[in-house]
C-alpha cells in the first residue's frame, strides 16, 4: 500500500521546515515496532514543488534516521525530453542528479490547466520509466462524464495507450503504479463514496488484468484520490482493490498526514488477520 501526498503549489523552505520538524516528534516509535520494521509494505511518499525537492529530500532522510520511516520524495511533473529548448521545464536526468527518483504524472490539473494529453502522459511516463524513475499516473472523469455514465470509457481511453506500451510493460506494479482521482473529487470536500471508489477501482483492476494478466494486474498499487481526510480514509480503504490514497488538502497539516499513516497501518493489519 502506499500513502501519498501532493503538496501541489504550496508550502515553502520555512513551511516545509516545520512539517518535518513536526512531523518527526509525531510519527516517533520505539524501534522494536518501528513501521519499517513492522509494516513494509507501506510507502509513504510526498510530491513537492521543484524548488522544495532538496530541502524535503534532507528532511525526509532526517525523518528515517530518528522514526524508522522511509519517506520518498517525488516531483509533481518530468519533461519527456531528457533536455533541450524547454523553456520552463525540468527533465528526468535533472530530478536524478538531486536523488530524487519519484514522480507524479498526468494529474488533473496538470490535465486541464496545462493542456497534458493522454498521449503526452505516455510520452512522460515512457521517459520516466527509461531514466529508471518510479512513476504514479493519475487518471480519472469529470462529473460531467460521470453523470453522462462515460466513466469506464473515459479510463479505458486514459489508459489504453499506457498498457500498449512495450516499453512500460515490464515495469508495471514494480516502479509503475495508478491513481484513481475522479476530478469532481478533487480539492471539493467531496469524496466518491466508498461503494463508488471500489466499483471504479474494480474496473480499474479488471482492464489492467485484461492487458497484463491477473498476476501482475494485482502488483499494481490502485490509490484513490480526491477529498481524502482522516475522518473518511478507512472507509475508503474498506474497499479491497484500494490500496493507499494520494492526498492533496490533508497532506499539507500535519496532524492530518499522521493521522492518514495510521489509519493505513490499522487497515493493512486488519488485511493482514482477516
Ligand atoms: P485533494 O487533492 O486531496 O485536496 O482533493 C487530491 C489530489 O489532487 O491529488
Redesign the pocket.
Known amino acids: 500500500m502506499i500513502l501519498a501526498g501532493?503538496w501541489?503549489m504550496n508550502m515553502n523552505r520555512l513551511a516545509c521546515e516545520s512539517f518535518f520538524a513536526e512531523l518527526s516528534n509525531k510519527l516517533s516509535l520505539p524501534p522494536q515496532s518501528s513501521a519499517s520494521q513492522s509494516l513494509p509494505s507501506i510507502e509513504m511518499r510526498i510530491y513537492v514543488p521543484y524548488l522544495l525537492l532538496e530541502t524535503a529530500q534532507k528532511y525526509a532522510d532526517q525523518l528515517k534516521t530518528k522514526t524508522g520511516v522511509s519517506l520518498s520524495i517525488g516531483a509533481q511533473n518530468v519533461h519527456f525530453e531528457l533536455a533541450g529548448a524547454y523553456t520552463g521545464e525540468i527533465s528526468g536526468p535533472m530530478l536524478k542528479e538531486i536523488n530524487v527518483h519519484h514522480v507524479l504524472i498526468g494529474?488533473?490539473?496538470r490535465r486541464t490547466y496545462f493542456n497534458e494529453t493522454n498521449e503526452m502522459v505516455l510520452k512522460k511516463t515512457e521517459s520516466a520509466i527509461e531514466q529508471g524513475l518510479q512513476a504514479l499516473i493519475?487518471i480519472g472523469e469529470t462529473l460531467e462524464e460521470r453523470n453522462g455514465s462515460k466513466t469506464d470509457w473515459v479510463l479505458a481511453q486514459q489508459l489504453e495507450a499506457l498498457l500498449r506500451s512495450e516499453k512500460l510493460k515490464p515495469h508495471w506494479g514494480k516502479s509503475l503504479h495508478l491513481?484513481y482521482?475522479p476530478v469532481w473529487?478533487?480539492?471539493?470536500g467531496v469524496t466518491a463514496t466508498p461503494e463508488q471508489a471500489e466499483e471504479t477501482h474494480a474496473y480499474i483492476r479488471k482492464v489492467l488484468t485484461v492487458a497484463l494478466g491477473g498476476t501482475i494486474a494485482a502488483k499494481v498499487n490502485l490509490l484513490y484520490?480526491?477529498?481524502?481526510a482522516s475522518n473518511n480514509f478507512e472507509n475508503i480503504l474498506a474497499g479491497i482493490n484500494i490500496d493507499g490514497g494520494?492526498?492533496?488538502?490533508?497532506?499539507l497539516k500535519v496532524d492530518s498526514w499522521a493521522a492518514l499513516w495510521n489509519t493505513i497501518h490499522t487497515v493493512e493489519k486488519k488485511r493482514k488477520s482477516s
Open positions: 501532493n501541489k494529474h488533473s490539473e493519475c491513481a482521482e473529487a478533487i480539492g471539493t484520490g480526491g477529498s481524502v494520494l492526498v492533496g488538502g490533508a497532506s
